[in-house]
């Protein structure tokens, strides 16, 4: 079993950069592979980005091409997902979660999940 912890939301202003985090517990975390997903204001959540068990390859949202970067350091159990040139719409909760199969971009693939940290954006 893996638990998820996020860190790192918060208020920002637009144009900035933000790291978000995912700490992982569990023996078996290098096996996973990670995602992120988030969910704006009376939206559904949506995927934005994941990364195989290994870190190899990475698949990204359409919205979250040339912006978001994830990554993960298996040593140290962490997930994350690097935002740039933050935007407005970029206001949600983001979500990290983990699947014991391969990269994947649909929520139904995941098998646990955090609770999830608020990013809020001011213009």
């Known amino acids: 079993q893996v638990q998820l912890v996020e860190s790192g939301g918060g208020l920002v202003q637009a144009g900035g950069s933000l790291r978000l985090s995912c700490a992982a517990s569990?023996?078996?975390?290098?096996?996973?592979?990670m995602g992120w997903f988030r969910q704006a204001p009376g939206k559904e959540r949506e995927f934005v980005a994941a990364?195989?068990?290994?870190?190899?390859?990475?698949a990204y949202a359409d919205s979250a091409k040339g912006r978001f970067t994830i990554s993960r350091d298996n040593a140290k159990l962490m997930v994350y997902l690097q935002i740039n040139l933050i935007e407005p719409e970029d206001t949600a909760v983001y979500y990290c979660?983990?699947?014991?199969?391969?990269?994947?971009?649909?929520?139904?693939?995941?098998?646990?999940w955090g609770q999830g940290t608020q990013l809020t954006v001011s213009s």
């Open positions: 990364i195989s068990s290994r870190g190899v390859s990475t």
């Open positions: 979660a983990a699947n014991r199969g391969g990269i994947a971009t649909t929520e139904p693939a995941y098998d646990y």
């Open positions: 569990g023996r078996m975390f290098s096996s996973y592979a």
